[in-house]
């Protein structure tokens, strides 16, 4: 039996999920150590594309055995990440991918790439960060779609806020593993930071899906969590934004951006046929004007009513 020749590529493999199959990304490498150029991998080489891929998926608790996942070498593309041209014999800016389907879903995978050439040969492209197959919308996806670096990370004292109503609290353990399936790093609220109650034992779709989704994207941003127990006192089924707005106001140093997640059709609180209703929300159409003044980012839910949104 000959020897095997085992090189390590330079990067590692990146991963982006969708509902039934995954898209892998790498830098690849040749049998001889040189970077691809070639938008068929390797082909221009002395020693051609590889016989095959091998993708290793294997479960990130272990509780399983890992499967094996043959790649063939014609279905990966390798184009210029700056254009998404062909690569065309230079090697600077050329990834290559390639789609994996049969991948198991609703389980916390990493997923570890190798090439094999002629004259035993093995390269290896590197694993991936942990992610998951699942039917919904994935951090992965919110990164794609607004062109965000996959591991960006805020520096300096950026910071953020999102504020709930109706009884909307988050579990820091649920955050934990939210941030872990998707492959992030541990992220956390300073507890003096949760101004106002939060019933960690039962949190809200909607609480845990702002704290969730904001610090993904803003990874080591500071966060605010505002939960204003109160109601609209004109309009019970609406939230009390005066309240929050009053507490921010207050603040010396409140947080530079808000995002909110909760909106009202503006006719239902402009609601003159019940008194006091209009003077409460010309109060609150003030306080939003004195945020903008101090020069913070307020950011409402307009995907819910557009701009008939308060």
């Excluded at 055995?65 to 690569?87: A, E, G, H, K």
């Excluded at 990370?153 to 709930?164: D, H, P, R």
């Excluded at 845990?208 to 089924?237: K, M």
Aim: aromatic share 10%.
């Amino acid at each position: 039996r000959r020897k095997e020749v085992l090189r390590e590529a330079a990067d590692g493999v990146s991963v982006f999920t969708g509902n039934e199959a995954i898209v892998l990304y790498f830098t690849a490498t040749c049998a001889d150590g040189s970077p691809n150029g070639d938008s068929s991998l390797c082909s221009s080489t002395a020693s051609g594309a590889p016989g095959d891929l091998e993708a290793l998926l294997s479960r990130v608790d272990g509780s399983t055995s890992p499967t094996y996942l043959r790649i063939d070498p014609d279905d990966v593309q390798c184009v210029f990440s700056n254009t998404l041209q062909p690569c065309n014999g230079t090697s600077t800016n050329c990834i290559c991918f390639t789609t994996v389907t049969g991948v198991e879903k609703y389980a916390p995978l990493r997923v570890n790439v190798t090439a094999r050439f002629t004259g035993n040969v093995n390269v290896n492209y590197g694993e991936s960060l942990a992610f998951a197959l699942t039917d919904i919308f994935t951090i992965d996806v919110l990164r794609d779609l607004y062109n965000l670096p996959a591991g960006i990370k805020v520096k300096g004292e950026s910071n953020m806020a999102v504020a709930e109503w109706y009884g909307e609290y988050y579990s820091q353990d649920d955050l934990d593993k939210f941030l872990f399936y998707s492959g992030l790093p541990p992220q956390s609220v300073n507890k003096s930071l949760v101004l106002g109650p939060n019933d960690a034992s039962s949190p809200g779709g909607e609480a845990q899906l702002d704290v969730e989704y904001i610090l993904a994207v803003a990874l080591d941003a500071e966060l605010t969590f505002y939960s204003i127990p109160t109601f609209n006192p004109y309009s019970s089924e609406n939230e009390d934004f005066l309240s929050w707005a009053y507490i921010v106001g207050n603040q010396t140093d409140p947080p530079l951006v808000h995002s909110l997640s909760y909106g009202d059709i503006e006719g239902a609180v402009w609601n003159a046929s019940v008194a006091g209703a209009t003077a409460y929300a010309a109060r609150v159409d003030e306080e939003f004007m004195k945020m903008g003044m101090r020069g913070l980012t307020v950011i409402f839910a307009s995907g819910d009513d557009g701009l008939g949104s308060f």
